[in-house]
């Protein structure tokens, strides 16, 4: 016997990278497909994951919670853009939420908190040594998350 799983719930991580329109517009017409809620995340990486690397003369709490704000800002920012385009494609809400931690385990930790039906997510975002010191993100997310991961290439989708 099969179960049909209804996709009300769609996880869209996002890291403002020159893909993530294209992402979370493909996750928007996915969604918009199942009349679902989209939840954009965005998450901003913990700084002590960098120890040992040079540190700013502001403290840590400090800096951290200046990139939250700026992160809040620009997240309201990129929603307003895609808020016509989630209206288009027939998405019922548009949410979005900014976190502090590993990128990878906030992802998984917002969809299993949300009860998420299905992540969608970019294979490709911002590259060089943060991915060779953290590894793909993606692959993190695929193996660990609560609900089915569907994974977009933004330079073959588009």
Not at 26 to 54: I, P
Not at 85 to 106: I, P, R, Y
Not at 126 to 151: H, N, Q, W
């Amino acid at each position: 016997m099969s179960v049909i799983r209804e996709i009300k719930k769609v996880v869209t991580p996002v890291d403002f990278s020159d893909n993530a329109k294209i992402i979370a517009e493909s996750a928007a017409y996915f969604a918009g497909r199942f009349n679902g809620s989209m939840y954009l995340v965005f998450v901003v990486q913990n700084f002590e994951d960098y120890s040992g690397f040079f540190v700013p003369q502001m403290t840590i709490p400090t800096l951290e919670g200046e990139l939250v704000e700026s992160a809040e800002k620009k997240m309201a920012s990129f929603c307003d853009e895609l808020e016509d385009f989630c209206s288009k494609a027939g998405v019922s809400e548009l949410h979005f939420k900014v976190l502090m931690g590993d990128v990878a385990e906030q992802i998984v930790d917002h969809a299993a908190e949300l009860e998420a039906d299905l992540i969608i997510m970019g294979t490709h975002g911002y590259k060089g040594l943060e991915k060779i010191m953290f590894g793909s993100v993606a692959d993190k997310v695929v193996r660990s998350a609560p609900c089915p991961v569907m994974t977009i290439n933004p330079y073959t989708c588009c």
